[in-house]
């Protein structure tokens, strides 16, 4: 079902993105992958079996003008998108909000707020006048539940889930289905992100316990985007077995 469809992946380049990369290509999807590291995007198209469906778009979401130009110009087999997976974003600090740096919260709300909405508004106009696509969101446990030195974060996630419901509410009957996954602990580059580089303290996120992979959350995501055209996954949250709640983490050690 998704063979041949083209999927645009945002933030392919690492994590949940690159494994959904993997995932869709390995089911015969034709892939826009779009991120701002150009050279890890195209390590990526050196390691699937067909690299020839693949077009890498470098791509900051954070510059509206950028957005528009680089999706209104996409070579001809990619230019019509039947799926959105809407997945770049970033957490930067643990502070209180009291004493938390500015910068910080611009660029997640840049990236994961503002970023979204300047590539869901230059896709899903297309996605109406063909009559056919699919939105898929990466939220988080932390649109649902806020943590302490995460509320920024937090807001920007529970900003996604908002605006997945409300894209749903706008495409009411239209056939353009909107979903969004929203997992808990996922090992990636997120936690080094959100520590400005440092590995040790990124470490220590997942220690004595089982996190999710990013193959785990890339299953999911194809598994929506491969249901029959009458039913659309609204929301799926999936967190570790180690994981209960936002805050509550079962460790060994
Ligand atoms: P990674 O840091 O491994 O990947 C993040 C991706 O986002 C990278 O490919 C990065 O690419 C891209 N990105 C960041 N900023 C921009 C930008 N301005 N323009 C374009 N691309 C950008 O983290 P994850 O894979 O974990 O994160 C993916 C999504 O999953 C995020 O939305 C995150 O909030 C969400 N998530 C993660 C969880 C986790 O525990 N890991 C749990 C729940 C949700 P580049 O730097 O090359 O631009
Ligand atoms: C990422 C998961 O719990 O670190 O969205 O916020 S968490």
Request: hydrophobic share 40%; net charge negative; glycine share 6%.
């Given at each position: 079902m998704i063979h041949n469809q083209t999927v645009l992946i945002t933030g392919a380049s690492s994590g949940i993105g690159a494994a959904c990369a993997q995932t869709f290509a390995q089911a015969g999807a034709r892939l826009i992958l779009?991120?701002?590291r150009r050279d890890r995007l195209e390590q990526l198209v050196s390691q699937v079996a067909n690299?020839?469906?693949?077009?890498?778009?470098?791509?900051?979401?954070?510059?509206p003008s950028q957005v528009e130009t680089a999706l209104n110009s996409l070579p001809k087999p990619w230019s019509?998108?039947?799926v959105l997976i809407n997945n770049a974003g970033l957490s930067r600090g643990l502070d209180k909000l009291h004493e938390a740096k500015r910068s910080d919260w611009e660029e997640m709300i840049d990236t994961n707020?503002?970023?979204l909405l300047y590539v869901t508004r230059a896709v899903v106009p297309g996605m109406v006048e063909r009559g056919q696509g699919h939105v898929i969101n990466i939220g988080s446990i932390a649109g649902h539940q806020t943590y302490p030195g995460g509320s920024v974060y937090c807001a920007t996630k529970a900003a996604v889930r908002a605006l997945t419901e409300g894209l749903k509410l706008d495409l009411l009957g239209t056939p353009i289905r909107v979903s969004a996954v929203d997992p808990g602990m996922v090992e990636t580059e997120f936690s080094?992100?959100?520590?400005?580089?440092?590995?040790e303290r990124a470490k220590q996120v997942y220690r004595g316990m089982t996190?999710?992979?990013?193959?785990?959350i890339a299953e999911i995501v194809l598994f929506c985007a491969t249901r029959p055209p009458h039913v659309n996954i609204s929301d799926i949250v999936v967190l570790a077995t180690d994981q209960s709640s936002a805050t509550l983490v079962h460790r060994r050690t």
């Open positions: 779009a991120a701002r690299p020839d469906v693949i077009h890498v778009l470098p791509l900051d979401v954070r510059d019509h998108i039947d707020i503002k970023g080094q992100v959100r520590f400005h580089g440092d590995a996190p999710l992979t990013p193959n785990d």
